[in-house]
């Protein structure tokens, strides 16, 4: 572990972002450019004392864990993604941490989307990073571990997972579910987590078994479905997918036309927060 390195690594990345870059307002008046340290650590969900210490040079060994939320909090591209695992120490990224690690430019689009349901996925349905918006209509979804971080495997496995959508639309979100395996499978290999999910999925379940039989390959662009939330009910909107250039992560966006009954109930969103969806769930 370099510890000079990786504090004056984490400290230029750091000087280098602005409020904004993050979906942050600019606040009161800055003394330094770029972000403070507590918004570093708040943005990755680590304490300010544990991330002021590594830029001190005197923190502990950052776990992959750690390095992967420090990635995403400071927008690192791919190659400095693994720059900051090698000066810390840490072998090469495994494949899940690569996997997992969100694309800069959407992330920056997800920023400045704050009055609409957004989130990241991977092309095996795992929510990467989503919104309050999101969190408030789908739950946390984001600190799901194991096959049941891919909705497709928690839609096969846990009846709970359906209903948000109404029952006479279950089947046709089953087959584009399975269709969008199909294709990630296609692009990955069988020896992928997408095989890892077909295999444990094909065992699990009997519908995703004879589902997966009818070959059928589809990757979701857009969509309009009508989603149900505990407390506000029936809620219909449109659905956009912005994917990345290969096809592995696709930023999600939840609108309704303005002055419909669907948009009060979306902006309705923002106040009740996710607390009380996870609780009556």
């Not at 942050?24 to 403070?36: C, V």
């Not at 502990?60 to 909090?73: D, G, H, I, N, V």
């Not at 909107?237 to 419909?260: H, I, K, M, N």
């Amino acid at each position: 572990m370099d510890r000079a390195e990786l504090a004056a690594f984490l400290r230029r990345r750091r000087e280098e972002l602005r409020p904004e870059d993050v979906g942050l307002g600019p606040g009161a008046r800055r003394r330094a450019p770029g972000l403070r340290r507590e918004e570093v650590a708040a943005l990755a969900a680590m304490s300010t004392d544990y991330y002021t210490r590594l830029e001190q040079q005197r923190g502990p060994q950052p776990s992959e864990q750690m390095l992967a939320a420090l990635a995403r909090a400071l927008r690192l591209t791919d190659d400095e993604r693994d720059y900051l695992f090698q000066v810390a120490g840490r072998n090469a990224p495994s494949q899940a941490v690569t996997a997992t690690h969100v694309a800069p430019a959407l992330l920056r689009v997800l920023d400045r989307l704050s009055d609409t349901p957004a989130l990241i996925l991977s092309n095996l349905g795992e929510v990467l990073v989503q919104n309050r918006f999101a969190e408030a209509l789908y739950g946390d979804k984001s600190r799901l571990t194991g096959l049941a971080r891919s909705e497709i495997y928690r839609w096969f496995t846990d009846p709970g997972e359906r209903r948000i959508y109404p029952e006479h639309d279950r089947a046709r979100q089953s087959r584009a579910l399975v269709a969008s395996l199909r294709a990630a499978h296609g692009s990955m290999g069988p020896r992928s987590r997408a095989g890892e999910l077909v295999r444990a999925l094909s065992r699990a379940s009997a519908e995703f078994a004879e589902l997966w039989e009818r070959h059928e390959v589809a990757k979701r662009f857009e969509d309009h479905k009508v989603l149900i939330h505990p407390q506000l009910g029936e809620i219909e909107v449109d659905c956009q997918a912005l994917f990345t250039e290969d096809q592995s992560q696709a930023l999600l966006v939840l609108t309704a036309p303005p002055r419909t009954e669907a948009f009060e109930k979306l902006q309705l969103l923002g106040v009740l927060g996710h607390e009380q969806f996870e609780d009556i769930r």
